[in-house]
């Protein structure tokens, strides 16, 4: 959500365009405009959210940067807490819906949700964007929609191409992140997607992988 990365922006004093949601939005951070909002259609929607209820899912459904739940679980509760957010229960999501969401977001255990991916594969192929993110979490967006699509449109805007660019990434839903760009880094126990697209591997978090690449390309440059 643009909501809950825009505070992580000020405090590293960042101010180009922000790439959310999965790649459906780019916002500009300094005057809070959104350039690119690309959502799920209405009725689409509504039939993938049919589809989880049915299998019994927990979902958060994304509407206008505000995050909706039908009600307040343990599995609501953790992920707001988590991410500092207000969340709000409505009931049954499908009939509350009036209008395009950015995102729905399957929560449930890791073998759920790797249950749960493999069904909607083929319920919505070619019609969403279905990946994990974490483990834990199931993404659904607008076909069009990736963290490369996104990327493409920052690169455009800002003029530079994809061949100069150089991205990480961990996840599943990083894929088309890295095959966009022109050196695709997977970080160390990254998802097996990943790591079949990626050029090479970085040390992980606890060995400051991501830092380490980076301050060696600059290093190279000076």
């Known amino acids: 959500m643009f909501r809950s990365v825009r505070p992580y922006l000020e405090q590293a004093g960042l101010d180009e365009p922000v ?12 005057t809070g405009e959104i350039l690119r909002h690309e959502t799920i259609p209405l009725e689409l929607a509504r039939e993938a959210l049919a589809a989880f209820a049915a299998a019994g899912a927990h979902v958060n459904l994304y509407v206008d940067d505000e995050l909706y739940v039908a009600e ?39 073998a759920r949700i790797a249950e749960l991916a493999d069904e909607f594969r083929g319920l919505f192929a070619e019609r969403l964007f279905v990946s994990t993110s974490l483990p834990i979490f199931l993404e659904l967006a607008s076909p069009g929609v990736s963290k ?36 695709g880094i997977a970080v160390a126990d990254a998802h097996p997607r990943l790591q079949a697209v990626a050029d090479w591997t970085c040390p992980g978090p606890n060995e400051l992988g991501v830092a380490s690449v980076l301050e060696a390309l600059l290093d190279s440059r000076s």
Do not use: H, I
């Not at 790439?19 to 300094?30: F, K, L, S």
């Not at 343990?74 to 950015?102: H, S």
């Not at 995102?103 to 890791?110: C, R, S, Y």
């Not at 690169?155 to 100069?164: M, Q, V």
């Open 19 to 30: 790439v959310c949601y999965q790649g459906a939005v780019v916002a500009d951070p300094r």
């Open 72 to 110: 307040l679980n343990d599995y609501a509760r953790r992920y707001a807490d988590f991410q500092n957010l207000p969340v709000t229960p409505v009931g049954d999501l499908a009939q509350w819906l009036e209008q395009p969401p950015t995102k729905l977001v399957a929560v449930g255990e890791e």
């Open 148 to 183: 490369g699509s996104g990327m493409a449109f920052v690169a455009e805007r800002l003029g530079f191409d994809a061949a100069r660019t150089l991205a990480f990434g961990d996840g599943e839903n990083d894929v088309e992140l890295l095959e966009w760009a022109g050196y």
